[in-house]
């Protein structure tokens, strides 16, 4: 690491939030440089050396305008992966969101979408080979319901087997899309700037997919109008709502499905947070229902 900076680390600072099992360091050198540190260790999790790798390939590879932090070199000897980043001045969002600040947000996703379709990663997957997987979760919870199943998910599992199949097919798009974004994935400067972190699931999809999923973020912290901020980002993409909400209905299923799995190893928060973003889907969900009823 330190060949990499070409000086001596003198101060570390370690980093919480996220659910990485490995280690997030703010460093300082002899000389006054800082940088940014993150590295894990196969022994930890080995899906997490998998990710960090392809993190750096991404962070690499992205364009100088993108609002990113910059990638400043990698180390792999094979178990421990670490990656070398510029270090960014800046504080997540506030939770519960504030109002001005998921504007500020919002508008920086929609001007990133807008340059960066095409994608400026050609080679990387689809979204819609990314979620194939994770978009049967409302049929494997039909076909293996869990003790107490919530009634009005019982009552429409039909519909939200449906909406989730759907989800697929509106995933087209050729957009370079995060597809991870919460509040502890943005980090806002105190001179305006926003910087989106943590690249590891990049991949190519519709020009709305990232502010959907953040929103889905929002509701977990509640304090705003769902379906008018649904409203405005179909507007602002020109997509049609059925087709945000069907992506919607297709993710509630994944971490409703997910959160009844083990642990992973060396992340034994996962589940439990995976279990919030489905209940504030699931509540979202019941409110448009209400409303339009739910894409079929």
Do not use: Y
Not at 136 to 142: C, D, F, L, Q, S
Not at 177 to 203: E, F, K, M, Q, Y
Not at 254 to 262: E, H, I, S, T, V
Request: aromatic letters at 6%; a negative charge; hydrophobic letters at 45%.
């Amino acid at each position: 690491m330190e060949s990499i900076l070409g000086d001596t680390v003198v101060a570390a600072s370690s980093q919480s939030g996220g659910f990485s099992p490995g280690t997030a360091d703010r460093v300082r050198t002899a000389g006054g440089g800082r940088a940014f540190v993150k590295a894990v260790s196969a022994a930890r999790n080995e899906q997490s050396v998998v990710m960090h790798r392809r993190e750096g390939r991404v962070t690499a590879a992205m364009p100088g305008w993108a609002p990113v932090p910059e990638l400043l070199g990698r180390v792999d000897d094979g178990d421990w992966v670490a990656l070398v980043l510029r270090d960014v001045e800046g504080r997540h969002p506030r939770t519960p969101w504030r109002s001005a600040e998921l504007r500020k947000i919002l508008a920086v996703l929609d001007a990133f979408a807008a340059r960066a379709t095409p994608a400026a990663l050609p080679d990387s997957r689809t979204a819609q080979e990314m979620f194939a997987e994770d978009f049967g979760g409302w049929r494997r919870i039909a076909a293996d319901p869990p003790p107490g199943l919530d009634p009005w998910v019982a009552g429409h599992l039909d519909e939200l087997r449906a909406s989730a199949d759907r989800a697929l097919a509106v995933l087209d798009g050729d957009t370079l899309v995060h597809t991870d974004l919460r509040a502890d994935n943005i980090l806002c400067g105190a001179d305006g700037t926003v910087t989106l972190i943590d690249w590891p699931s990049a991949c190519r999809g519709p020009s709305w997919l990232d502010s959907l999923l953040l929103l889905i973020n929002v509701a977990l912290h509640g304090g705003h109008d769902m379906h008018t901020l649904l409203l405005g980002r179909a507007d602002a993409h020109s997509a049609p709502v059925e087709d945000l909400l069907s992506v919607l209905a297709a993710m509630t299923g994944f971490f409703a499905d997910a959160a009844r799995c083990p642990p992973p190893p060396g992340l034994p928060t996962l589940r439990a947070f995976q279990w919030k973003q489905a209940e504030a889907g699931l509540a979202w969900l019941r409110a448009e229902a209400e409303l339009t009823g739910l894409p079929g």
